[in-house]
Structure formats: C-alpha cells, structure tokens
T-cell receptor, first 112, second 114 residues
Framework: QKEVEQNSGPLSVPEGAIASLNCTYSDRGSQSFFWYRQYSGKSPELIMFIYSNGDKEDGRFTAQLNKASQYVSLLIRDSQPSDSATYLCAVGPKAAGNKLTFGGGTRVLVKP | KAGVTQTPRYLIKTRGQQVTLSCSPISGHRSVSWYQQTPGQGLQFLFEYFSETQRNKGNFPGRFSGRQFSNSRSEMNVSTLELGDSALYLC?????????????FGPGTRLTVL
C-alpha cells in the first residue's frame, strides 16, 4: 500500500463545474497536508495547506481534512481551463523536519 | 522576495560520471529539501538540510549526497550516474524546517543520463 494515494485520472470536468480530488494517507500521525499544482514541465506550486479537521476555503479552492478517516480532499469551484494541471497531495510527518510524502498526482482536464 | 533558484536548469551526463546540482533558498529560509521526480515513481524525498546538518534522508543509495552551507545554500551530488537517475531534481525551501511549514519549490534541474 502506498503511503499517499490519489486517483491518477484524468479527471475531466466542464468549464464552470466543480472538480473534486481525493487523497488518502496511511500514517495516522501525519500533521500537515498540502495541495500543490504542477503544470507540465514546471515545478509544483502551493495551492493550499490544512492542518486541522474540517474545511478551509481560499478563493475557488476548498480543502477538507478528515484525520479519523485519513483522507484529504480538494474542491475546485468554477473550474477554468487554466486549472488543467496535475494536482499533488503531500503529507507532512509528525516528526520534526520537512520530509513531505507525495501522492502520484491527479491529472485534471477542464474542457471549455 | 526572490524565489528558490536552481542551477543548472538542464544537464546531460553519461553513465559513470558524477554531477553536482545547486540550490539557493528563499532569503531567510533555513531548511532545504531535495526531491527527485520521475514519471514512474513520482516525487520522492531525497534529503533535508537544516543549519548545515542533514536532518532527514529518504530511501536512496549512498551515491546521492548533499550538503548545506552557512548561508543556507545547498548542493546535491550524484556519483557514478546510472540511466535510472534521469529525472527532474527539485529543491524546496522553508522558513523553519517544521513539518507544518510550507515548502516552496525551485524550477528544478532536468538531468538526462545517456
């Protein structure tokens, strides 16, 4: 079992719709959860982070965390063609340090 | 503030050679982490440096090594290159090196081993 799992996609959504991405993790002691977006040929850029159970909203993005079920999700509202990218879920450890464990990424295609 | 910079951006080497990659973190950031990204394995953690000390290490062979200087700049070295080392090598920096810190990625160094 992989430590962080994501559906590889592609997730195809029409422009203006909601894209829903899921991520599950195996280390129950994980403390921090990040969503990065990566365009083809580029490096990952941070979209959101979440540390506590519940929802966190930032513009068109909402992250949801459920530690009991060990999953974290990302909703993209009013999806735009510019949102077409690979979305990476990353999990930070309980221990000190910056070792992030990444999922394989979900490719999102927003069709006009 | 300037972002994370990495040099060189592209590199072509042959099997058996060694290579050194450089990373300059965001000003004030003390933690530097290195990751390898390949189509097959995705993004994998190599190691993290904080205050010139390696604090965490991923599951990579000893051919992969790194160091951090007093100004927080970091280098990673790969010796005796293998074809499978072809990858995008990403450096990320964070302010305090805590697990809740956001890591900001540089543009990466694309290494091709022939």
């Amino acid at each position: 079992q992989k430590e962080v799992e994501q559906n590889s996609g592609p997730l195809s959504v029409p422009e203006g719709a909601i894209a829903s991405l899921n991520c599950t993790y195996s280390d129950r002691g994980s403390q921090s959860f990040f969503w990065y977006r990566q365009y083809s040929g580029k490096s990952p850029e941070l979209i959101m982070f979440i540390y506590s159970n519940g929802d966190k909203e930032d513009g068109r993005f909402t992250a949801q965390l459920n530690k009991a079920s060990q999953y974290v999700s990302l909703l993209i509202r009013d999806s735009q063609p510019s949102d077409s990218a690979t979305y990476l879920c990353a999990v930070g450890p309980k221990a000190a340090g910056n070792k992030l464990t990444f999922g394989g990424g979900t490719r999102v295609l927003v069709k006009p | 503030k300037a972002g994370v910079t990495q040099t060189p951006r592209y590199l072509i080497k042959t099997r058996g050679q060694q290579v050194t990659l450089s990373c300059s973190p965001i000003s004030g950031h003390r933690s530097v982490s290195w990751y390898q990204q390949t189509p097959g394995q995705g993004l994998q953690f190599l190691f993290e440096y904080f205050s010139e000390t390696q604090r965490n290490k991923g599951n990579f062979p000893g051919r992969f090594s790194g160091r951090q200087f007093s100004n927080s700049r970091s280098e990673m070295n790969v010796s005796t290159l293998e074809l499978g080392d072809s990858a995008l090598y990403l450096c990320a920096s964070s302010l305090r090196g805590m697990s809740t810190d956001t890591q900001y990625f540089g543009p990466g160094t694309r290494l091709t081993v022939l």
